[in-house]
């Protein structure tokens, strides 16, 4: 079968949930596995720790070279050994990765205003696939290269946003399904009632309209992303106990985006 692959958000990073157990369990039934990881609370923190000011355009972070460096170290380090090691120490097998190993996402920097923050990225699943294959699963830090249009050398390393990073993987691997763990339910309507299904043109319009906000207009738009290649994307609630075990038989609550 082809991959599952599922992106755990920054807000659930560090809470007292099942994911890693849930990882390793699938692992050992032989699902193949590859997991992109946020951390933005992380970055925030650090960044504070540091004096250093941060602010967003849209949901997306003002990255100077300064902060450039908090996040792929936080990234790219603290966050993505944690969760490595979290794997090992449950039994599992993992190896931890950022978009630059292995030249698997490229980035153009788009809109200077954002700083050093990459775009329409490109997607090379070489070093994933050899990974999988060995019986390991990726975790992937939304850090990738790049290289800013007028830049004066001083990197070429950027920040690319999570979800996108995940859309974009999924569709290059032909996944199966793309999960987004996250800390709500799913997808709300006006009412404020979770919507269960959705149609990419329904989920388009939720945005268009306004009734998606926030963290979420970047989920819908991964998963339209994705779905290029990917039949099936999910929002569901990471903080449930075995939510991911529960995905896969089918019992949990969430929204599903489809054909």
């Known amino acids: 079968m082809n991959p599952i692959a599922i992106k755990i958000g920054g807000s659930t990073l560090g809470s007292a949930d099942t994911t890693i157990e849930d990882l390793v369990t699938l692992q050992k039934k032989g699902v193949p596995l590859v997991v992109v990881h946020g951390g933005a609370n992380v970055v925030?923190?650090?960044?504070?720790?540091?004096?250093?000011?941060?602010?967003?355009?849209?949901?997306?972070?003002?990255?100077?070279?300064e902060t450039l460096k908090v996040?792929?170290?936080?990234?790219?380090?603290?966050?993505?050994?944690?969760?490595?090691?979290?794997?090992?120490?449950?039994?599992?097998?993992?190896?931890?990765?950022?978009?630059v190993d292995g030249g698997l996402i490229l980035a153009k920097n788009k809109r200077p205003e954002l700083g050093y923050t990459g775009e329409e990225l490109k997607v090379n699943v070489a070093v994933i696939e050899l990974l999988i294959k060995a019986g390991y699963i990726p975790v992937i830090a939304p850090v990738s290269l790049g290289l800013l249009e007028g830049s004066d050398g001083?990197?070429?390393?950027?920040?690319?946003?999570?979800?996108?990073?995940?859309?974009?993987?999924?569709?290059?691997?032909?996944?199966?399904?793309?999960?987004?763990?996250?800390?709500?339910?799913?997808?709300?309507?006006?009412?404020?009632?979770?919507?269960?299904?959705?149609?990419?043109?329904?989920?388009?319009e939720l945005i268009e309209f306004g009734v998606a906000s926030g963290g979420m207009v970047a989920k819908i738009e991964a998963c339209l992303l994705a779905m290029t290649k990917v039949p099936l994307t999910r929002i569901i609630d990471g903080r449930v106990p075995h939510a991911l075990l529960d995905e896969f038989e089918g019992k949990c609550l969430g929204t599903t985006i489809s054909w």
């Open 71 to 99: 996040v792929t170290a936080v990234l790219a380090g603290l966050v993505n050994k944690e969760l490595v090691s979290a794997i090992w120490r449950q039994g599992g097998k993992a190896v931890g990765i950022s978009g």
């Open 154 to 204: 001083d990197t070429n390393l950027l920040n690319v946003n999570g979800d996108t990073a995940a859309g974009e993987i999924a569709a290059a691997l032909k996944a199966e399904k793309l999960i987004f763990l996250t800390d709500v339910p799913g997808l709300y309507d006006n009412s404020k009632k979770i919507i269960q299904t959705l149609n990419p043109q329904d989920a388009r």
């Open 44 to 65: 925030s923190t650090w960044l504070g720790r540091l004096g250093i000011e941060t602010s967003f355009i849209r949901g997306l972070r003002i990255t100077d070279l």
